[in-house]
């Protein structure tokens, strides 16, 4: 909701004005390049954004990544040497852009939400990644170091399957699937909090687990946040008519489509699960009150009669009988504990208590 009330940075600002829209950060900008090709691979870290020149128009697939993007200097130098449009440089230094998919047709420019679970105060941590991939280079913007790519850059490092044989698109594809398939991760470990969640409620529901309930459901709806437009990303890149995309990499795309969906029904069940999770909570609340309940009436109803017999002989009258009988305060205790108990065995027989 904060963000709701944030003011906008770029407000009064001509449209492609480079300008960080997001959380402060202190951080140092660090450049990467990978450059590969069938023969071989060279990677290195980057004082200067422009020392990617040399690398722009060579026959192997140059990859740039830039941990950090609150620096403007640092996307207008990248976007100078790459031939970038002004609103692309907008879009990549807004962290609060929706996924989406733009064709610029020297390159295609695509926005999305790499998600990881934070152990540590138990919540998705969302980062937002710019993708921008034309022919022969790929550029990735990302908001800080640590990311889920490492798996792609150990294929490139070591000639792992078919990526030093394919082009920037291809490339593209892998760090999009690297990033689906992480969604798959935070989905377990939300599925993990839910069969704890589950345990509490059916042993002994707490208000401390409603919270975390109410929680899991900002975390669920997060997700979908991330991953509903990323469908729509994903289909747009097949359904493109660009030349940067080729037929064999189309292939590939419909295989992380599925994976998106196959995210996506998860989501939904998980979203679904919770809801009703929060169903169980208050009727097993209500269930609990409706025992107390049930006791306290029961109990109020065996002494009525008690009540009754111990107010006539509390008044105070002088030619009452059985006031002078030695045997009369016994006989009465009696009386009061037939009738109670009589009352007892009446409510067992109904199956009341």
């Known amino acids: 909701m904060k963000a709701l009330r944030k003011p906008s940075q770029t407000r009064g600002l001509p449209p492609g004005t480079p300008v960080y829209v997001g959380p402060e950060k202190a951080r140092e900008v660090r450049i990467t390049v990978i450059d590969y090709g069938p023969d071989g691979v060279v990677e290195r870290k980057l004082a200067d954004p422009a020392e990617c020149r040399p690398f722009k128009d060579q026959p192997t697939v140059t990859w740039v990544n830039v941990d950090g993007i609150h620096n403007p200097a640092v996307m207008q130098t990248l976007a100078e040497v790459f031939g970038l449009h002004p609103l692309v440089q907008e879009s990549v230094l807004n962290t609060e852009q929706r996924p989406k998919l733009e064709d610029f047709d ?5 926005v999305f939400k790499m998600l990881q679970w934070d152990e540590e105060h138990t919540r998705v941590a969302t980062e937002q990644v710019s993708l921008i991939f034309g022919k022969g280079f790929v550029l990735s913007f990302q908001e800080r170091p640590g990311d889920v790519f490492d798996a792609v850059r150990d294929r490139i490092r070591n000639a792992k399957g078919r990526i030093r044989k394919m082009g920037a698109d291809y490339l593209a594809y892998s760090l999009i699937d690297a990033v689906v398939d992480g969604y798959f991760a935070v989905l377990e470990k939300l599925g ?7 345990e ?4 002994r529901p707490q208000p401390r687990t409603m919270r975390e309930i109410h929680h899991l459901k900002r975390e669920a709806l997060l997700l979908r946040k991330s991953i509903w437009p990323l469908r ?3 289909s747009g890149m097949q359904r493109t008519e660009s030349k940067l995309i080729t037929r064999e990499t189309g292939v590939y795309l419909r295989d ?3 994976h998106t969906i196959q995210v996506i029904d998860t989501m939904e069940t998980i979203r679904d699960l919770l809801a009703g999770m929060v169903d169980t909570y208050l009727s097993n609340v209500s269930n609990r009150m409706n025992e107390v309940m049930k006791v306290l009436t029961i109990i109020a109803t065996i002494f009525i009669p008690l009540t009754f017999v111990a107010g006539i002989y509390g008044m105070n009258f002088d030619y009452m009988p059985e006031l002078h009988q030695k045997w009369a305060y016994p006989a009465v205790l009696v009386l009061m504990a037939v009738v109670a108990g009589g009352m007892v065995l009446y409510f067992r027989r109904k199956r009341w208590i």
Do not use: K, M, P, S
């Not at 509490?200 to 042993?203: F, P």
């Open 192 to 198: 993990d909090r839910l069969e704890v969640l589950e």
């Open 232 to 234: 729509e990303v994903i």
């Open 256 to 258: 992380v489509y599925d």
């Open 200 to 203: 509490r409620l059916i042993d």
């Open 106 to 110: 020297a390159y295609l420019f695509t």
